[in-house]
């Protein structure tokens, strides 16, 4: 067992964190918009006209990571991508791409579960499987990144946090402009690869060796069982 000031876990392209600070008191888990409305049926990503199967089927594997985290004392933050209901924080321009699909429906239109992508509704709402605990922070974005318009970084400096683990979806889009929000301010990311998915699998897989390429450029990416098995003990 390596002493906990220097503790590092199998990654790629190199062991994370790179100078071996994996402590509790210095990392943390971001879970990324874990939404009904982006994991369940007739929400979101169903009115853009994707099968929802990949996002639900990380599910169970991010409950492992969850668990594991809670248990090695680390801090857990989780995001939900949504707008205001009039919606003012909306650009005509992404209001316009996102109903540019067959249903014609986007941000701020009505479905099964409420007004898309609108904080307030039942589909802008953390899934019950991975609903946050008290004392969670849930980190509210109008947009992909949760860095951009938000109090994130706020949170995580007063808390010394330097050390990020990212799951959820979508890999391409809000998992990865988050991770590049964070390594661009000088945190040191990790993406656990079985813990995150897109709305195609070869989008995830696309994003997952980007994160890997010129020795890491936005960090590192690990295999879930390397990363459950290095918080053993941990706290």
Known sequence: ???????????????????????????????????????????????????????????????????????????????????RPDLSDLPSRELFRSRNNASGLGIGDHGPLGRLLVRGEAGHDTITELYPKN???????????????????????????????FCGV????????????ANDRGFDCLLVEECCAASEAHLHQAAVEMVRTEGGIFGATARLEDVLEALVGLS
């Not at 951009?148 to 007063?158: A, G, I, S």
């Not at 979508?170 to 929000?181: F, G, K, L």
Request: charged share 25%; glycine share 8%; with cysteine.
């Open 1 to 83: 067992m390596q002493d906990k000031e220097q503790r590092q876990l199998v990654a790629n392209p190199y062991k994370w964190p790179h100078d071996a600070s994996l402590r509790p008191d210095n990392t943390a888990l971001v879970v990324i918009d874990m939404q009904r409305d982006f994991c369940e049926p007739d929400g979101y990503l169903s009115h853009q006209g994707y099968d929802i199967s990949l996002t639900r089927a990380v599910i169970p594997n991010i409950q492992h990571l969850l668990t594991r985290c809670r248990d090695a004392g680390l801090a857990i933050y989780h995001t939900r991508e949504g707008h």
């Open 135 to 165: 004392g969670e922070p849930v980190v509210g974005k109008p947009g992909k990144g949760a860095f951009t318009n938000t109090d994130f970084e706020l949170l995580l400096r007063v808390r010394g946090v330097r050390n990020l683990i």
């Open 170 to 181: 979508t890999t391409d889009v809000c998992v990865h402009t988050t991770m590049r929000e």
